[in-house]
């Protein structure tokens, strides 16, 4: 007979005993873990030792690296141009009569369609493409200067 009790273990069948289920304890070391050695990879130690034999860091002496400008602009306006695309969408699928009355969602569920033919509800999928366009517009002003 299997008996369960909390925070105790318990014995399926003789000789299988299974683990409360109360979260583990861990200790956490004391000591930092020193960082690794950064160096160039070479799978072949006699290049290893042509090499130097010594790792050394790649960036020796540089910076860290920054995004190239011209790659931010295009990111930009590709985020803006989709949720533009998006926001109209979303702003006039509602009142279109091909993508909203004839839904075949709408359609296959008459008691769907009785609430998506609300103007409140059309007018709230609405504001969210609407948004979506204030979004799409604040970002594209807001970095216009980058």
Do not use: C
Not at 47 to 55: C, D, E, F, S, V
């Amino acid at each position: 007979m299997l008996v369960f009790q909390y925070g105790r273990s318990f014995t399926v069948r003789p000789g299988i005993e299974r683990m409360s289920q109360q979260p583990e304890v861990t200790t956490i070391s004391p000591e930092p873990m020193a960082p690794p050695i950064m160096g160039p990879i070479v799978a072949d130690p006699a290049r290893q030792k042509a090499a130097g034999g010594t790792p050394q860091n790649p960036n020796h002496g540089h910076g860290p690296q920054r995004i190239p400008h011209w790659l931010e602009r295009a990111e930009l306006f590709l985020r803006v141009l989709l949720r533009m695309y998006i926001g109209i969408a979303v702003a006039y699928v509602p009142w279109s009569h091909l993508f909203w009355d004839q839904n075949p969602l709408f359609t296959r569920f008459p008691s769907l369609s009785v609430y998506a033919a609300h103007g409140a509800v059309r007018g709230l999928i609405s504001g969210l493409g609407l948004l979506n366009l204030w979004i799409a517009f604040r970002d594209a002003v807001r970095h216009r200067d980058g």
